[in-house]
């Protein structure tokens, strides 16, 4: 019941409609999976539904939290929290 939402929302995926290269959407759609990035939003989707909420943190390499915070993030005694994911 809390799956079926979610896996039917990411599915498909999407369609990009652009004037650029063919190239370069093939390239952003290499990436897209590369990255799981609908498995994640799917995750994030089932996780909403059952708790009620949901976040997502996109970070850009270079501006995570390490850059802010030094690499021992974080700090040391606290607990992380469940899916993070440092690189």
């Known amino acids: 019941v809390i799956d079926s939402i979610p896996e039917d929302m990411v599915r498909a995926g999407i369609d990009i409609a652009t004037d650029t290269e063919n190239e370069d959407i093939d390239e952003i759609q290499a990436a897209i999976s590369r990255l799981r ?5 799917g ?7 059952l708790y009620g909420g949901a976040i997502a943190v996109i970070q850009i390499e270079g501006q995570g939290i390490e850059a802010r915070h030094g690499s021992s993030w ?3 005694g606290r607990r992380r929290a469940r899916g993070w994911a440092a690189s």
């Open 37 to 41: 990035v609908w498995w994640s939003l």
């Open 43 to 49: 995750l994030l989707a089932k996780w909403g539904r």
């Open 74 to 76: 974080p700090p040391s």
